[in-house]
């Protein structure tokens, strides 16, 4: 993997996968939980993360079975999978953090900082 940051979908997946390995019914239902029902994965946009990311060395197939006629297969993390989650969501604390340092919202009474300047602007 290269070090630019990851986007919301796979980041939502590697997520999704950090604390149990899970099929692809489960992830999608994962991932919108994460999100709180921002992001909905489609099938086919699922699968073919998955496929990238098992290219990637990221996920691997944990098992498969066959469920009412059907192969399911159960995806985990590596360790490689590990160490990009926990590297992306070093990077993303680092940038909130600063974010936040910036609008001031570490300090008590700033919340209400950008209503005070919209009201100035009103005047």
């Given at each position: 993997?290269?070090?630019?940051?990851?986007?919301?979908?796979?980041?939502?997946?590697?997520?999704?996968?950090?604390?149990?390995?899970?099929?692809?019914?489960?992830?999608?239902?994962?991932?919108?939980?994460?999100?709180?029902?921002?992001?909905?994965?489609?099938?086919?946009?699922?699968?073919?993360?998955?496929?990238?990311?098992?290219?990637?060395?990221?996920?691997?197939?944990?098992?498969?079975?066959?469920?009412?006629?059907?192969?399911?297969?159960?995806?985990?993390?590596?360790?490689?999978?590990?160490?990009?989650?926990?590297?992306?969501?070093?990077?993303?604390?680092?940038?909130a953090h600063e974010a936040v340092r910036r609008i001031g919202l570490a300090r008590p009474g700033a919340v209400a900082?950008?209503?005070?300047?919209?009201?100035?602007?009103?005047?």
């Amino acid at each position: 993997m290269t070090e630019r940051s990851l986007q919301e979908p796979t980041l939502l997946l590697l997520t999704a996968l950090a604390d149990a390995p899970r099929h692809g019914y489960a992830l999608i239902e994962e991932v919108a939980a994460i999100s709180g029902g921002r992001v909905r994965l489609r099938a086919g946009t699922l699968y073919g993360a998955l496929d990238r990311l098992l290219g990637q060395g990221v996920v691997r197939v944990e098992r498969e079975e066959v469920v009412e006629g059907r192969l399911r297969r159960t995806y985990a993390l590596t360790d490689a999978g590990y160490t990009l989650l926990a590297a992306e969501a070093d990077r993303l604390r680092t940038t909130a953090h600063e974010a936040v340092r910036r609008i001031g919202l570490a300090r008590p009474g700033a919340v209400a900082r950008p209503a005070q300047a919209e009201r100035a602007r009103e005047g």
